[in-house]
Every structure is written in structure tokens, then in C-alpha cells.
């Protein structure tokens, strides 16, 4: 091919620098393998990663120090220190809920709980929430089937104010006419969006066919009627 023309050279379809290319790296991975080794970098560590963030909360969580103590008046509870932040959470929960509705009454015990942070002892619904507000504490309850949950959280440096709160809100709640009317209002527009919640339904009928007349059976929120 001494006399060959200059265009007759490179005819075979490979520039020369894409053959030095190629022989000079004989063993590179596929296009799959390359692929695949570009995914399990990633993985990697973002395994490691979670690693380091599980590893301390499990260490936290071993570390927890839980206390039972009993008060004055024989109540039982659960205590958890932990001076990271300036803040206290309760959380309790006393005998009552859904069950102890009187028959047509259903959904008493639901309204009831609305309305314990709505005015206590000499204070109204306005005036004792801002009164939570002046303590930086928040309030609530729901009621279960078996029972009325609270809980309450507050700075730790208002926490005798805050727990004088909480102390009106159950022994002294006010159950004033227009708390009671806006809370029901509230009650009654979550019973009508339900009434069209497929979810909703099927668990009710469920409720129904297992538990039949019993107070299980009944919607904790009440009803319409109710």
C-alpha cells in the first residue's frame, strides 16, 4: 500500500486517536458495568450516612433513665429527664371516652374534651388562652373509647404557672354557652365531611358488624342527631 493515495489511508472507519484510545485501555468496564458502579457509590454512602444517624439515637435511647414516682395523693407516674432543652411535657389520661356516652348522646365526651382549654375557673375561653400564651405552654385533650388524653408542654422556667393552668382547666372548666356552640359547630362539620369519606364508612359498618349494640360501636365523634 507504499503508493496508495492519501485518501485511501484511513478508509477503515476509525480515526487514530479512537484506536490509541481503545488499546490503551483494554479492560474498561461495559456500559452496564460502568452504570452499576456509578449507582453503588451513591448507596454506599448513603448507607454510611444513615448509619451515623442511627447510631447515636440508639445510644440516646439506651442511655434513658425512666423513674416511676408517686405523688402525695398516690398517682403514678412515668418520669423522663433530659436538660437538653428548657422544656416540660406531661401527658395523662383518666378514665372516661366514647363508651360512657349516654345512648343518643354519642359524641358527649368528644365535645366535652374541646372544651377544657376554653375557659377554666374565673377565666374565659380568651382570657385563658392568653394566659397560655403569657406561660408559653400548650394545652390539649381528646377524648378515646376508654378514656380523656391530655397533654400540656411548657418552659420549664414557667412550669408552676403553666401546671395552675392545667389544674383549672380540669377540676374547674367553665363549659360556657359560646365555646360550647363554636366547638359544636366544629364537631358537626367533621361528622358532615365524614359522612362522604369512603375510609370512614367502611370502618364504621366494620365497627358495627363486629361489636353489634355495644358501645364500640358507636362514632366517638357522635352523629348528626346526636
Known sequence: ?????????????????????????????TRGEGR??????????LRLSLL??????????AA??????????????????DYSV??????????GGATQDPAGKEGLANLMSGLFDEGAGNLDSEAFQIKLDDVGAE????????GIYGSMRMLAEQRDAAFDLLRLAVTEPRFDQAP???????VLSGIIA???????????????????????ARPEEGTRQS
Request: net charge positive; charged share 20%.
Open 180 to 186: 360550647i356552640d363554636r366547638i359544636r359547630a366544629q
Open 36 to 45: 452499576a458502579a456509578r449507582v453503588a457509590a451513591p448507596l454506599a454512602i
Open 64 to 81: 434513658m433513665s425512666i423513674q416511676e414516682v408517686t405523688s402525695s395523693k398516690g398517682i403514678t407516674a412515668w418520669l423522663v429527664e
Open 194 to 216: 365524614n359522612e362522604l369519606d369512603p375510609d370512614t364508612l367502611a370502618q364504621r359498618k366494620w365497627l358495627e358488624a363486629l361489636y353489634g349494640t355495644h358501645p364500640y
Open 139 to 146: 394545652m390539649s385533650f381528646e377524648a378515646a373509647r376508654d
Open 52 to 61: 451515623f444517624l442511627v447510631l447515636p439515637a440508639l445510644s440516646a435511647r
Open 86 to 95: 428548657p422544656l416540660v411535657a406531661i401527658r395523662f389520661v383518666f378514665d
Open 1 to 29: 500500500m507504499r503508493g496508495a493515495p492519501a485518501w485511501h489511508r484511513h478508509r477503515s472507519g476509525q480515526h487514530p486517536s479512537t484506536v490509541l484510545a481503545l488499546r490503551a485501555n483494554p479492560s474498561s468496564p
